[in-house]
């Protein structure tokens, strides 16, 4: 049951997702090397797109009320931090999604995410090949290391319904 002051769920894909993270990272790796923009925010081209857009469809069918696509213009992007890319910016996805899937390839020991919602934030630490699904409103922060890397990647659903009715709030 989601709780509604704090609406983010959780989930591990581990067992969908280990047999490919190797892949993932190398494509990555490429997209950030091609990246002419911002270098830690950047597209991800990666063949997998289809398969990770599957999985978030499926497990967001399974916790959220009915949706409808508005379309189906799937992008992932890759926030990617280390040691030269030590930003912590609050944001949300109003104008891009209703759905925000954030899935988490690696992490770092006490660098997770704060959300905000109603003046209320709190703080959700994630674990490798964690998913988390929100409303594209929920502002949040991802927390970066000055030392360590942080790969996670962005994918969003524009939905005909509001969030508010999405997500039961």
Known sequence: MLNKSRPV???????????????????????????????????????????????????????????????????????????????????????????????????IKDYGVEFELYQQAWYVEPKNFDMLIFPGFLSHRPMTSSTQQRISLNLELRCEENEKDIFGL
């Open 9 to 107: 769920y959780k989930l591990n894909l581990k067992k969908q997702l280990k047999n490919k993270k190797e892949e993932l990272i190398k494509d990555i790796l490429n997209s950030k090397h091609k990246d002419t923009g911002s270098g830690y925010n950047f597209r991800l081209f990666t063949k997998y797109k289809d398969y990770l857009y599957d999985l978030f469809i499926k497990e967001s069918k399974k916790i959220l009320n009915p949706f409808t696509f508005k379309d189906k213009n799937f992008k992932v992007w890759c926030y990617f931090s280390g040691p030269a890319d030590h930003r912590t910016l609050w944001h949300s996805h109003t104008k891009t999604a209703n759905i925000n899937c954030v899935i988490y390839l690696q992490t």
